[in-house]
T-cell receptor, first 118, second 110 residues
Framework: KAGVTQTPRYLIKTRGQQVTLSCSPI?????VSWYQQTPGQGLQFLFE???????NKGNFPGRFSGRQFSNSRSEMNVSTLELGDSALYLC?????????????????FGQGTRLTVV | QQQVKQSPQSLIVQKGGISIINCAYE??????FPWYQQFPGKGPALLIA?????SEKKEGRFTISFNKSAKQFSLHIMDSQPGDSATYFC?????????FGTGTRLQVFP
């Protein structure tokens, strides 16, 4: 069974540009969450999508947005890039079966997209 | 209310020793407490998790100790090995949201 796939693995962008990152969850998983990982701040929650709807959102500016498609694949977009946006962006997928909370909660992470803003 | 505080930031342990990482949370509504292990260049992977109705869970060399009244939980790695060298994240969650600690970089020297 394939894991969570994130593309691209590495990206270099210039300040002011915009970027789109992609995440393909594990087959059958409908929940996709995005996290920003930086050395000083650890893993910061960006947002979560379930069945094409944003279900939760972290404390990030509106420049960070996302969407989810009917096949559960998700994209994250960052507009007007700033130097501080340089980070590892991680996507995690979860299976929800509706009854078992504990089984519902395990998040499987992709390897991430390393974004460098210069 | 949403924070999870993790310590220490870094930890150096000799092979065969015990590694202990601590976390504290504030929101009493949290009912799922996982630990993730992350190697360089990889995404975090679930190591072990606990629910608040038990005080301890052991899987091989890894043990979670949970203190509900103190709102603290910790990861113990017994007989630490160089292959355990990684960054460890605790997390606390409820429903569909997980709040992560800031991570502990563990280095195990032979």
């Amino acid at each position: 069974k394939a894991g969570v796939t994130q593309t691209p693995r590495y990206l270099i962008k210039t300040r002011g540009q915009q970027v789109t990152l992609s995440c393909s969850p594990i087959s059958g998983h409908r929940s996709v969450s995005w996290y920003q990982q930086t050395p000083g701040q650890g893993l910061q929650f960006l947002f979560e999508y379930f069945s094409e709807t944003q279900r939760n959102k972290g404390n990030f500016p509106g420049r960070f947005s996302g969407r989810q498609f009917s096949n559960s694949r998700s994209e994250m977009n960052v507009s007007t890039l700033e130097l501080g946006d340089s980070a590892l962006y991680l996507c995690a997928s979860r299976l929800e079966v509706g009854t078992s909370f504990f089984l519902n909660t395990e998040a499987f992470f992709g390897q991430g997209t390393r974004l460098t803003v210069v | 209310q949403q924070q999870v505080k993790q310590s220490p930031q870094s930890l150096i342990v000799q092979k065969g020793g015990i590694s202990i990482i601590n976390c504290a949370y504030e929101n009493t509504a949290f009912d799922y407490f996982p630990w993730y292990q992350q190697f360089p260049g990889k995404g975090p992977a679930l190591l072990i998790a606990i629910r608040p109705d038990v005080s301890e869970k052991k899987e091989g060399r890894f043990t979670i100790s949970f203190n509900k009244s103190a709102k603290q939980f910790s990861l113990h790695i017994m007989d630490s090995q160089p292959g355990d060298s990684a960054t460890y994240f605790c997390a606390a969650g409820r429903g569909d949201k997980l709040i992560f600690g800031t991570g502990t970089r563990l280095q195990v020297f032979p």
